[in-house]
């Protein structure tokens, strides 16, 4: 079955760090387009970084750079969010995504494109 599931939330303060980790079965991270959304309540999901699956480009949304790292673990095919200097703004539930669709970096930080998604992580920071 193919399918994304997603872990490593949970509760923390700021300036605290997380790593979720997104399994993926059947697609292979090191070569499919992947990214990882979060929403937050009341709010639009938006692309925290985004990884195309040809050239390793990655693309990570402003209020994350310096802080967040993405990486891949091919042969666990894993794809990792390290989340640094955590703040309360980055509460919301970080969902794992992925497609099998071509096109540009930027487009690969649209949720329209991407075709499997897992079941979300909740990630709380309190200040």
């Known amino acids: 079955q193919v399918q994304l599931v997603e872990s490593g939330g949970g509760l923390v303060q700021a300036g605290d760090s997380l790593r979720l980790s997104c399994a993926a079965s059947?697609?292979?991270?090191?070569?499919?387009?992947m990214a990882w959304f979060r929403q937050a309540v009341g709010k639009e999901r938006e692309c925290v970084v985004a990884?195309?699956?040809?050239?390793?480009?990655?693309t990570y949304v402003d209020s994350v750079k310096g802080r967040f790292t993405l990486s891949k673990d091919n042969a666990k095919n894993t794809l990792n969010l390290q989340m640094n200097s955590l703040r309360p703004e980055d509460t919301a539930v970080y969902y794992c995504?992925?497609?099998?669709?071509?096109?540009?970096?930027?487009?690969?930080?649209?949720?329209?494109?991407?075709?499997?998604w897992g079941q979300g992580t909740q990630v709380t920071v309190s200040s």
């Open positions: 995504a992925a497609t099998s669709k071509v096109t540009t970096s930027l487009a690969l930080t649209t949720s329209s494109i991407y075709d499997l």
């Open positions: 990884v195309s699956g040809v050239g390793d480009r990655i």
């Open positions: 059947g697609p292979p991270v090191s070569t499919t387009n």
